[in-house]
């Protein structure tokens, strides 16, 4: 355990980032946002980049704490893009630590599951993508990381469930989490050898076709058999 920290700050240091809990008033504080790239095949092949999953590895971006937005919550369509779009994914909280994390022994890291929107500007990520440039723009902007209360299945491994969007009331997305490229296993894994994994840490793990715009006014829905549910409502732009 960290000491608590004995310093003075200029000016109110912000409340730990954390997400909500299914079953209890307690908030799980929450380390970094990572998510994978492409882990559907259907998806990548919509976004005009198929992968070859005999030969290609996952890849992966992250959030800051700014993009963390608890489910439920009504935000302004945000500046700077006309083309804004939902990405319904399955989020793995971690409870443990670790690096060259072998996969047989993934799941000791697991805490939980929860329900994630990876909300993408997707002009800028398209023009950024196109360019060799970074997707930091399109990507960590803020309340683009909506997560759901967390529902606590430590040591379980998600390998199936129905996993769907809607937009409106209207279907967008609707697939299964067996159609991951890569399974939560393999991604805590190969992730561990990038980074030395920590408690507190969420990883999104990528999102079914579908992919598309919403508007200012729209409401999403989505949810995960055996996880919970989601939402997130844009009203009209902030001045
Ligand atoms: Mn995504």
Redesign the pocket.
Known sequence: MQKMSSFRYVWAPPEPASVAVQGSDARLPVQRLF?VGRNYLAHAAEMGRPVDATRDRPFYFTKSHSALLDSGASVPYPRATSNYQH?M?LVVVLGAGGADVPAQSAHELIHGYACGL?M?RRDLQLAARDQGKPWDTAKDCEHSAVVSAVLAMPGKVLERGRIELRVDGQTRQDSDLSNMIWGVRELIADLSRLYHLRQGDLL?T??PEGVGAVRAGQRIDGSIEGVGSISLQLSEPSA
């Open positions: 998510f990405e994914e990876d993408t999104f990528g999102t």
